[in-house]
Nanobody, 120 residues
Framework: QVQLVESGGGLVQAGDSLRLSCTAS????????LGWFRQAPGKERELVAT?????????QYADSVKRRFTISRDNAKNTVYLQMNSLKVEDTAVYSC????????????WGQGTQVTVSS
């Protein structure tokens, strides 16, 4: 069973930075990719960034966060990070970490989420 625990959210001002962390537990040999998603009030959940777990990092970003956010991983710590720079008010959302195993066609494990609020 996979468990994901996020941390690092909070209240910041526009232009500030935050780093989110997501630590996963379980059988890492079956992990294919981890990702960060976000959901703002009244909006659908959207992909923020994803990274493959093994081999060369195959990384994807939403257009809205390119050049501001950086996803990275530390396999030794079973942790994936999301460094968020130049935060904007529109980045305000609940950010959730998700994991996809090699047996899944989509992200099947989710963390509880962490709130990120960016004030103007």
């Amino acid at each position: 069973q996979v468990q994901l625990v996020e941390s690092g959210g909070g209240l910041v001002q526009a232009g500030d930075s935050l780093r989110l962390s997501c630590t996963a537990s379980g059988r890492a040999f079956s992990w294919y990719a981890l990702g960060w998603f976000r959901q703002a009030p009244g909006k659908e959940r959207e992909l923020v960034a994803t990274i493959t777990w093994t081999g060369g990092s195959n990384i994807q970003y939403a257009d809205s966060v390119k050049r501001r956010f950086t996803i990275s991983r530390d396999n030794a710590k079973n942790t994936v990070y999301l460094q968020m720079n130049s935060l904007k008010v529109e980045d305000t959302a609940v950010y959730s970490c998700a994991l996809r195993t090699i047996y899944q066609a989509s992200y099947g494990y989710w963390g509880q989420g962490t709130q990120v609020t960016v004030s103007s």
